[in-house]
C-alpha cells in the first residue's frame, strides 16, 4: 500500500511541479511546441526527466536516513514542511506568467537525439534540482513518514513519469491547438495549484501543532 502511496505521490508531484513556465526545461519544451517540432520537445523532455529522477532519489534516501534514527524530525518536518508549502502556494497564486522569446530558448542541432542529450545536460548540471528535491523530501516524509527503499525507488521513478506526462500534455495540447494556444491558461492553472498548495500547508501546519501539543 505504501508503495501505491508513493507511486501516485511521485506521479502528481513530478506532474504538478513541472507546470510553471519558469525553469530552462519548461521553456525550451514550450518553445519546441511553437515551432512546431514535438517529438523533439519529447526527447528534451525525456532527457530532462532522469537527472531530476536521480536526483530525487539521492535526496530522499538521505532524508530516510536521518527519519528513522532521530524521532525530532518528524515534528520539525511538519513545521518546515507547513512553511514551505504556505510560501511556494502564495509565490504560484501571485506569479506572473511571462512571455516566451527567442532569448529564454536555446537552440538545438534539430535531432531527436541532440535533443535528448540536451534536456539531460541541462537537468544535471543544475544544482537547484537537489535543493529544491530536498524540500520535497521534507514534505513529503511530514506526510507518510518513511517510504523504505522500495517506496523511494518508485516514487523517484514515477516523478520521471510525471514530469515526461506534464511535457507530453503541454506538446499535445500545442500541437492541437497551434498557434492559438494562449500562455495565459496555464498561468491560472498556476494559481489553483497554489491554492491548493496553501491549503495543504495549513493542513500541515495544523498537524503539526497537534503533534508538539501532544508531546
Not at 73 to 88: D, F, N, R, S, T
Request: one cysteine or more.
Amino acid at each position: 500500500m505504501l508503495a501505491l502511496w508513493s507511486a501516485l505521490l511521485g506521479l502528481v508531484i513530478g506532474f504538478i511541479g513541472s507546470i510553471p513556465l519558469a525553469g530552462p526545461i519548461a521553456l525550451l519544451v514550450f518553445r519546441k511546441g511553437v515551432e512546431k517540432r514535438y517529438a523533439e520537445g519529447a526527447a528534451l523532455a525525456l532527457g530532462a526527466a532522469i537527472p531530476e529522477a536521480i536526483y530525487c532519489g539521492l535526496a530522499f534516501f538521505g532524508f530516510d536516513y536521518l527519519f528513522a534514527r532521530y524521532t525530532w524530525v518528524e515534528p520539525a518536518a511538519k513545521i518546515l514542511g507547513a512553511v514551505l508549502m504556505l510560501v511556494l502556494g502564495t509565490i504560484f497564486i501571485f506569479s506572473k506568467q511571462k512571455p516566451t522569446t527567442a532569448a529564454t530558448a536555446a537552440s538545438t542541432a534539430g535531432t531527436l537525439a541532440s535533443s535528448f542529450l540536451s534536456g539531460l545536460s541541462i537537468s544535471a548540471i543544475n544544482p537547484v534540482l537537489i535543493i529544491t528535491w530536498a524540500a520535497v523530501a521534507t514534505v513529503v516524509f511530514s506526510i507518510l513518514g518513511g517510504l523504505g527503499t522500495l517506496g523511494i525507488v518508485v516514487f523517484s521513478v514515477m516523478v520521471a513519469v510525471g514530469i515526461f506526462g506534464w511535457f507530453g500534455l503541454m506538446l499535445l495540447l500545442l500541437k492541437r491547438y497551434h498557434g492559438n494556444f494562449r500562455p495565459q491558461t496555464l498561468a491560472k492553472v498556476v494559481k489553483v495549484f497554489g491554492g491548493l498548495m496553501v491549503l495543504l500547508g495549513l493542513w500541515m501546519a495544523y498537524g503539526a501543532v497537534v503533534l508538539l501539543m501532544a508531546n
